[in-house]
């Protein structure tokens, strides 16, 4: 049966980040979309010029009369921008029983806007943290979730993936985008074990969007696979060749997006040949 999945995130125009980007990741690999608007962000590949909040009510009601109607298989979450927010959503997942829920704590954009008010982040680490199966942190975020010592190396990755795993969900996937070097390295702790995926870093602008489009990946994938770690690599190798495929595509002059269609396209011939 195909899933059906449900984003409840913000809206990026610009079609790299967000709900829209969630709705691609989705489609690419073989699960319905369907999507909650929980803010709105007036953005581009260069920057975010503004962000206006959707009423908590309202976010509300929009996931009660989809659960009211159809079968929601897994939910992820990206940008709430509120405590309000963070917790009629937490609110409403409790209410509708949802269970396989990756929780991407979005805070600050890849240009440096705030999405997330401070006063949110407790929220976020009191009612939803404790719902998710899989939370996908990267550096900045995890700093800021353990409140504490940054995270420079691959041995202050192991000891933090640890400590977010004692805020409750079930799997942590840290992630290294923000660190240097050849290689881009995830660690994975269920609190049992740890596992790293390595890819190699690609020299490319086009990095808008790639945590959201991996969590939206892992959240399509999760219905399609018993063990979530399955899931996991799968949704890693996906986003690792739409960041290797990006060059294909020209959008805007700042992070460009992720090619999400990267398998399905052919490269088109060019105008005129046959
Ligand atoms: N240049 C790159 N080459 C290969 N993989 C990358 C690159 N940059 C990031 N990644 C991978 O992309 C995923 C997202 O990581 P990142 O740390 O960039 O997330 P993020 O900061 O949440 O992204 P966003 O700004 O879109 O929210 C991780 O799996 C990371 O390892
Ligand atoms: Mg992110």
Redo the contacts with the bound molecule.
């Keep these: 049966m195909i899933p059906n999945v449900l984003s409840i995130a913000g809206v990026d125009p610009s079609g790299g980040?967000g709900l829209l980007a969630d709705l691609k990741a989705f489609s690419a690999l073989g699960a319905y979309g369907t999507g909650v608007v929980a803010a709105l962000t007036a953005q581009n590949t260069q920057g975010v010029t503004g962000v206006q909040p959707v009423p908590a009510e309202f976010i509300a009601q929009q996931i009660d009369t989809l659960f009211a109607d159809v079968r929601i298989d897994a939910v992820k979450l990206g940008m709430l921008g509120t405590s309000d927010v963070v917790a009629t959503v937490a609110a409403a997942l409790r209410r509708h029983g949802v269970r396989r829920l990756v929780v991407d704590p979005?805070m600050v954009s890849?240009s440096g806007h705030h999405l997330l008010s401070p006063d949110a982040v407790a929220a976020l680490k009191q009612e939803l943290l404790p719902l998710a199966e899989i939370i996908t942190p990267?550096l900045p975020e995890a700093e800021v979730l353990l409140g504490g010592a940054p995270i420079r190396s691959l041995a202050d990755m192991r000891d933090a993936a640890r400590a977010l795993h004692q805020l409750g969900p079930r799997i942590v996937m840290l992630?290294?985008?923000?660190l240097d070097g050849p290689e881009?390295v995830?660690v994975i702790d269920d609190g049992v074990t740890q596992t790293e995926l390595r890819?190699v870093?690609?020299v490319?602008k086009n990095?808008?969007?790639?945590?959201?489009t991996?969590s939206a990946a892992i959240a399509a994938l999760l219905p399609q696979h018993p063990d979530p770690l399955d899931a996991i690599r799968a949704a890693?190798d996906y986003?690792?060749a739409a960041?290797a495929a990006s060059g294909r595509l020209s959008v805007g002059s700042g992070h460009g997006p992720v090619h999400h269609f990267h398998d399905l396209w052919q490269v088109s011939p060019s105008p005129g040949r046959r």
């Excluded at 990095?207 to 959201?212: A, E, I, N, R």
């Design positions: 980040a979005v890849k990267n992630k290294g985008g923000h881009s995830d890819a870093r690609i490319t990095t808008h969007g790639t945590g959201c991996l890693k986003l690792t960041i």
